[in-house]
């Protein structure tokens, strides 16, 4: 089956940019999403880009998509304390019906 | 826009005793609804597919007779655990998709913790 994985851990410091990574293995990936999960809490969509972008900017995050390389990354520009949280990527196939999500990363922010 | 509730947010009981988590979509209609199981520190794992009107599709290994789902309607689809036991707890975490909405977005509901005892 398909596969999606990300690192488990990021720390950053308040202010500073995050950047979390994820590689996939689905070639006929359609969308690409990033949903934010705060304790005990389920999984708020941040934000998705289509297969065929590069580059997605809204506010803070910004997503980068390489799809010759299969990789995915989101950019958390001055990343605050409630930005902790843990954060997932996931992807939709071409016959898209269900999602494939990473592990999730954690992202802890200090102050 | 794209608010999806569950109930209850929590729930604790016996072992062997039936439980019923409602999911709702709020404010638009959920052609299709998914039903996720998270246990700690992992990720969502699918367990089922469900189609307003129809029969829900069961992932592999998922007890479909444990598992109940109903989709009834195009705002609420429920999950009841049967005769519960310990390994089932979990936190269960639907979403719904469809009109009105970002085209083949899922959107999550908050979550329902579930313990036996």
């Known amino acids: 089956g398909e596969d999606v994985e990300q690192s488990l851990f990021l720390s950053v410091r308040e202010g500073d940019s995050s950047v979390i990574n994820c590689t996939y293995t689905?070639?006929?990936?359609?969308?690409l999403y990033w949903y934010k999960q705060e304790p005990g809490a389920g999984l708020q969509l941040l934000t998705y880009?289509?297969?065929?972008?590069d580059m997605k900017q809204d506010q803070r995050l910004t997503v980068l998509l390489n799809k010759k390389d299969k990789h995915l990354s989101l950019r958390i520009a001055d990343t605050q304390t409630g930005d902790s949280a843990i954060y997932f990527c996931?992807?939709?196939?071409?016959?898209?019906?269900?999602?494939?999500f990473g592990g999730g990363t954690r992202v802890l922010v200090k102050p | 826009g794209a608010v999806v509730s569950q109930h209850p947010s929590r729930v604790i009981c016996k072992s062997g005793t039936s439980v019923k988590i409602e999911c709702r979509s709020l404010?638009?209609?959920?052609?299709?609804m998914f039903w996720y199981r998270q246990f700690p520190k992992q990720s969502l794992m699918l367990m089922a597919t469900?189609?307003?009107?129809?029969?829900?599709?069961?992932e592999q290994g998922v007890e479909k007779d444990k598992f109940l789902i109903n989709h009834a309607s195009l705002t609420l689809s429920t999950l009841t655990v049967t005769s519960a036991h310990p390994e089932d707890s979990s936190f269960y975490i639907c979403s719904a998709r469809g009109t009105g909405v970002l085209t083949d977005t899922q959107y999550f509901g908050p979550g329902t913790r579930l313990t036996v005892l």
């Open positions: 689905d070639s006929s990936s359609t969308y």
């Open positions: 404010d638009f209609q959920a052609t299709t």
């Open positions: 996931a992807e939709m196939g071409a016959a898209g019906n269900k999602l494939t």
């Open positions: 880009i289509f297969s065929n972008m």
């Open positions: 469900s189609n307003e009107g129809s029969k829900a599709t069961y």
